[in-house]
């Protein structure tokens, strides 16, 4: 662990896909370091190797170089099972156009967390009524995804990150769906949450007018790391 | 949660393949029942009879229709296996003829108050010559019931018998069987002989068969022993007709395993991305797999629920001439069958579940 708390340290991570003639190298020798209470972006055009990073660090993808220390704990070499596990207990992801089970009303959106962990009870059932009214879509709780707006189904997605009390919040593009004006307030209520609840906060993104809710900005560009500046 | 949330909001999804699950359980009850239907046309009176050994003369090969034992022969296992635990039976095919309807029945000569003696469902036992008993099967064939006259006739000769009782024994050979009293029946299977003609085709023998059989055979001569279940099978066309029933049920089993886990499969394909998600949360492919046998079960049982009523309404609905015979391994072999087959079939979803790779969730990376 840092001196200063809680932190998602990458160091020199490569990942390659493919082998021989056809290999990409995606990510080139990346090195960061997010502190909690922090909301940092990653911004850079397409195919820069943003996406894979923030996989690399929410244990989605394994690094070919390198390695990603959470919390004090190296998670590069643990298999799929552990990082499973790493994914359910410590890590939320706000996916790109909200990834919400669409046969799941938006409550039942934030129980497929404990759900899934064999821990469905009263006080999870709790704690995600609580999360809807914060982020105000309480009444909206019981529709399905296809019946709620882009902005509620955004704030489902937020909810369901928190539900776990993660300690890295990831967010992938997740103004892609969303006009300008509720894409504003969906960035703002997330670097909201990072601070008010001292997570760490990475968000991917293309869209430059997001960038005035983060702390820091990182800059990639074909794999490789450009700058960090802070905001 | 997952697994019953996904069928309660796509009902008609899971609807179709519950319903196709239920033919299938239909299906398979259907030719389970069709098979005992058939097996028992063919050995129903046999399998009736209250027996442990069944003993035959052993030139006829161990057939009910060519067995003939003597009055020693009979005397001497008699003597052997003590009179109250057995019983003659006589075999032959004749008619019974009532005004101008004649119908083929598989006669039986019994010795009342033995161990043959069938048992009457309505009506009275035969105890004199000149009475006979009919099985269901024949007086729901015919308009035939207890007080009727019947002629029957063998080599010319014509015996008026009075129908005294219904039996459900069951048929043989296809035939709906008839018991008359053991000497009317030498007296019709053998007309003219006397004293000369065999006491009875076979005898059966009840209680402790423990080297009984052995002693039987050994001691006299001419003698086979055969258990009832062998009995059974060792009339002609019963094995090969057992054998058939059970390829027709295992094909039905493996293609009901196939159709079934392709539904499953297509749908898992289906629900890539949706599994990706659930990965991507921390959900390991053990709990995804978890839910889809949930999902199984649950689509069974609706199958079933659907089907085995629906096997019962066919049984009341058809003609009684057709032989089925709905049983409880009937709809073990329907139902418990598909259910298997569904798990079996859900295991072709397990290598698609895992291949699934979380990392999916985020687009392309």
Known sequence: MSPHGQEVLAQSLTKVFGSGETAVEAVRDVSLSVLAGEFVAIVGPSGSGKTTLLAMLGGLLTATRGRVVVDGTDISGWNEAQRALFRRERVGFVFQGFNLVPYLTGEENLLVIPAISGKLDGEKRARARQLLRELGIENRAHRLPGELSGGERQRIAIGRALMNDPLLVLVDEPTSNLDSERGNEVVRSLAEEVKTRNKIGIMVTHDRRMLTHVDRVLEMADGRLQSTEPH | ?365
């Open chain 2, 1 to 365: 949660m997952l697994a019953l949330r996904e069928i309660r909001r796509k009902k008609v999804q899971f609807g179709l393949i519950s319903l196709i699950l239920g033919l299938m359980v239909y299906l398979l009850v259907m030719i389970s029942a069709l098979g005992t239907g058939l097996l028992s046309a063919m050995s129903g009176a046999v399998n009736s009879f209250d027996a442990d050994l069944v003993v035959f003369s052993a030139d006829s090969n161990d057939s009910l229709l060519r067995s003939e034992l003597t009055a020693e022969q009979r005397d001497a296992i008699v003597e052997l296996a003590g009179a109250d635990s057995t019983g003659g039976v006589g075999y032959m095919a004749a008619t019974v003829q009532e005004d101008s309807a004649i119908e083929d029945v598989a006669l039986f000569g019994f010795q009342p108050g033995s161990i043959a003696e069938p048992a009457v469902r309505s009506g009275r036992v035969v105890q004199d010559e000149g009475e006979i008993l009919i099985d269901r099967s024949l007086s729901r064939s015919t308009d035939l019931e207890v007080g009727d006259q019947v002629t029957m006739r063998n080599a010319l000769i014509d015996y008026e018998l009075t129908i005294v009782g219904e039996v459900d024994e069951g048929q043989f050979l296809g035939l709906p069987s008839a018991y008359v009293v053991l000497d009317q029946w030498r007296e019709m299977r053998y007309p003219g002989q006397g004293g000369g003609a065999p006491a009875t085709s076979v005898l059966l023998v009840r209680g402790d068969t423990g080297n009984l059989g052995t002693r039987i055979e050994a001691d006299i001569s001419n003698a086979s022993v055969l258990s009832k279940s062998e009995a059974v099978n060792a009339i002609g066309g019963v094995t090969e007709q057992e054998r058939v029933v059970m390829a027709i049920e295992f094909f039905g089993f493996v293609i009901g395993a196939l159709v079934i886990g392709s539904f499953f499969f297509v749908l898992t394909m289906q629900r890539a991305y949706e599994i990706a998600i659930f990965k991507a949360l921390g959900a390991s492919s053990w709990y995804i797999f978890g839910q889809l046998i949930r999902q199984v079960i649950a689509v069974a049982l609706v199958g079933l629920a659907l089907g085995v009523p629906l096997a019962l309404v066919t049984e009341t609905a058809l003609p009684s001439d057709i032989p089925l015979e709905i049983t409880g391994s009937a709809f073990l072999t329907g139902g418990v069958s598909i259910t298997i087959a569904a798990l079996l079939g859900s295991l072709l979803s397990a290598r698609q579940v895992v291949r699934v790779n979380p990392v999916s969730a985020l687009g392309q990376v």
